[in-house]
């Protein structure tokens, strides 16, 4: 499920779907998601998914990122400092990276954004990656364990 539909890229750009080739605003709807995805851990993308309805806060970055698209391809020629969609995809991926480093939460999701959710601190490896040759017995390998 993305995160915005047609209907809803039209409507922020305040377009008709005869102005807009189907495939260029399926193309920019993937691309918001997809850098919306690449922004959140699984973890949040686990609870995004399970949701009925799209939080209204995603839904309008990923409208914002899709027009930026859309309008990036209907007029790629003309100068982007002219073009006021760059300054919304600017701010979506500012509010994307907020989001993804707590900053900012999303209404409705509790879950903690930007904890490790792995680490591999002090790992000590449990075999040798060498070549067998170069295998030996751990003679501390009891007393390493009782540190930990």
């Given at each position: 499920?993305?995160?915005?539909?047609?209907?809803?890229?039209?409507?922020?750009?305040?377009?008709?779907?005869?102005?807009?080739?189907?495939?260029?605003?399926?193309?920019?709807?993937?691309?918001?998601?997809?850098?919306?995805?690449?922004?959140?851990?699984?973890?949040?993308?686990?609870?995004?998914?399970?949701?009925?309805?799209?939080?209204?806060?995603?839904?309008?970055?990923?409208?914002?990122?899709?027009?930026?698209?859309?309008?990036?391809?209907?007029y790629?020629?003309?100068?982007?400092?002219?073009?006021?969609?760059?300054?919304?995809?600017?701010e979506?991926?500012?509010?994307?990276?907020d989001?993804?480093?707590?900053?900012?939460?999303?209404?409705?999701?509790?879950?903690?954004?930007?904890t490790?959710?792995?680490s591999?601190?002090?790992?000590?490896?449990?075999?040798?990656?060498?070549?067998?040759?170069?295998?030996?017995?751990?003679?501390?390998?009891?007393?390493?364990?009782?540190?930990?």
């Amino acid at each position: 499920m993305a995160f915005c539909i047609t209907t809803d890229v039209l409507t922020n750009l305040n377009m008709e779907e005869a102005h807009v080739p189907e495939a260029l605003l399926a193309k920019a709807i993937i691309k918001a998601d997809a850098e919306i995805r690449a922004a959140f851990s699984s973890d949040l993308l686990a609870v995004l998914d399970a949701l009925s309805e799209t939080p209204a806060i995603i839904k309008s970055l990923a409208e914002d990122i899709a027009s930026y698209y859309v309008m990036r391809g209907l007029y790629s020629g003309k100068s982007p400092s002219i073009n006021t969609w760059i300054d919304k995809y600017k701010e979506a991926k500012e509010t994307l990276k907020d989001i993804t480093e707590g900053r900012k939460q999303i209404e409705g999701i509790t879950l903690k954004v930007g904890t490790v959710q792995s680490s591999t601190k002090d790992y000590k490896r449990t075999f040798d990656e060498r070549d067998e040759t170069n295998w030996k017995t751990d003679p501390d390998k009891l007393e390493d364990l009782a540190d930990d």
